[in-house]
């Protein structure tokens, strides 16, 4: 006799998971590099930490506000889907019965069975069953504009007092030496927690992350030193 057993798929983590790892990534990449490049310029560590922690801020209530209107959208066309849906259903039940059966024969389904397991998940919840096999819509992938806001918003400000962090004890001669190395550190740990979360590569993720934060920070600090020797 087999034994039920409770399973934790990490798909579930989807929803709080990309919008965590994307603000703390963009929390140290941005404001590391707006350090370097004040920094390059010859500015003043007052300067410096002055500008990342306007950044911080600023980069915290942008990223809240983008990701709030952003998965607000998604949510505003999965309620016009439901509510369509639920006026076919009350307008043409077998029809959308049927549509619900077709799609079950496309994955491979014999239509007599596949009519019959459309008729019991259309007597237990319609719509439910609609929205997950037709439009793709269910309680792991639904949009939650309020979670994405906030997670965005606290894991950038986490990420990006991490080079701010750096400001305070770094001497001057070496500020951007000191938050370049310690920012890639950061990111590299971020995409190695990150993958382990979600089940992915971590060595990949983790270059990933890091080549790009070096990039970002590598272009920045040139025009940095640009701006400062024109000015």
Do not use: C
């Not at 709080?16 to 963009?26: C, E, I, K, P, S």
């Not at 019959?116 to 037709?134: F, N, S, T």
Request: cysteine-free.
């Amino acid at each position: 006799m087999s034994r039920l057993h409770r399973e934790n798929h990490l798909v579930s983590r989807i929803g709080w998971l990309r919008a965590a790892v994307l603000g703390a990534n963009d929390g140290i990449v941005s404001t590391a590099s707006l350090i370097v490049g004040v920094a390059s310029s010859s500015a003043a560590s007052s300067d410096v930490l002055i500008a990342g922690i306007a950044g911080m801020v600023a980069g915290a209530m942008s990223m809240a506000a983008g990701e709030y209107v952003s998965v607000s959208s998604q949510s505003d066309t999965e309620q016009a889907d439901l509510a369509r849906e639920r006026q076919e259903l009350a307008t043409q039940p077998e029809a959308e019965r049927e549509e619900l059966a077709q799609l079950y024969v496309k994955r491979g389904v014999e239509i007599e069975l596949a009519r019959r397991v459309a008729d019991q998940l259309m007597e237990k919840d319609a719509l439910e069953a609609h929205a997950r096999d037709e439009l793709g819509i269910s309680e792991i992938t639904t949009a939650r504009p309020v979670v994405a806001a906030l997670t965005s918003a606290l894991t950038f400000a986490v990420g990006a007092a991490m080079p701010l962090g750096m400001v305070l004890i770094a001497p001057a001669s070496s500020l951007v030496t000191a938050v370049s190395i310690a920012s890639l550190l950061f990111l590299a740990v971020l995409g190695a927690v990150g993958a382990k979360a979600g089940g992915a590569n971590v060595l990949k993720a983790t270059v990933r992350v890091t080549f790009w934060g070096a990039f970002a920070m590598a272009l920045t600090a040139g025009i940095g030193t640009l701006v400062g020797r024109a000015v």
